[in-house]
């Protein structure tokens, strides 16, 4: 069910509906009981999504609050949707992200972001976390402390000697095979805090490919990141 205003009044004889600037008012008359006028707007609710949809594209048209409406996930490019619902969440078909916001959220646009970079967090840390149980027992490393993303924009990913890991956001649109490079690279680091001989050495150990996957996000990190309008 979706949020409503409810206005009863004395000389009101029918129940009423109304959507105007993505608010909906019903109007009562003072006796009827909130259960029938619940029971009236399971009928309507079809008809009020879809005047708050019309009224949400139009909105879209006026503040864009992504410079660019597609993310990749994965390289698979995915269409960016707004849309506005009852409670606020991210769906995610074969190649669209929905991304729902509640009629109650007042900053828009800010909604939007953090929910974005939510849904694309969550995806991208079960990739890591699974990749990294993997080349953790490989590499007969300890799994990390502490495992952080964030919007960095001149890192794919750190780690320090209290074995916290932090990888970049923007991973989420690399192929997998760059994205546990990048986690080899900083797992080969908590062993050697430099970019030595016997770093590289060991990387290619566990991944010998990392020369191809480095030139690819020399290449390719700048299309990686996504910005946003503020
Ligand atoms: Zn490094």
């Known amino acids: 069910m979706f949020e409503y205003q409810l206005k009863r009044s004395t000389r009101r004889k029918t129940v009423a509906i109304k959507v105007s600037k993505k608010v909906v008012t019903v109007y009562a008359p003072m006796h009827v009981s909130k259960t029938s006028i619940e029971q009236w707007l399971k009928i309507k609710q079809a008809w009020v999504d879809l005047q708050l949809n019309k009224q949400l594209n139009f909105i879209d048209k006026q503040q864009r609050p992504l410079k660019q ?8 490019p995915h269409t960016l949707v707004f849309k506005q619902s009852a409670s ?11 991304i729902y916001t509640s009629t109650r959220v ?7 972001q953090q929910l974005l970079c939510q849904a694309l967090e969550e995806k991208l840390a079960a990739y890591i976390e699974m990749r990294l149980a993997y080349y953790c027992q ?37 192929p997998t095979h760059v994205i546990d490079y990048v986690i080899v690279h900083e797992l080969a680091h908590l062993k050697y805090h430099n970019h030595s001989a016997a770093f590289w050495s060991r990387v290619g150990k566990f991944y010998p490919d990392y020369k191809s996957a480095s030139a690819w996000l020399k290449q390719n990190g700048a299309s990686l990141q996504w910005e946003f309008d503020n």
């Open 69 to 76: 409406c597609q993310v990749l996930i994965f390289e698979k």
């Open 88 to 98: 606020s969440y991210v769906e995610q078909s074969d190649d669209v992200l929905t």
């Open 106 to 112: 007042k900053k828009l646009s800010q909604k939007r």
């Open 138 to 174: 490989l590499m007969t490393e300890a799994l990390p402390t502490k495992l952080t993303f964030g919007a960095y924009k001149r890192k794919w990913g750190s780690c320090n000697s209290r074995r916290e890991l932090t990888f970049s956001l923007n991973l989420i649109g690399a």
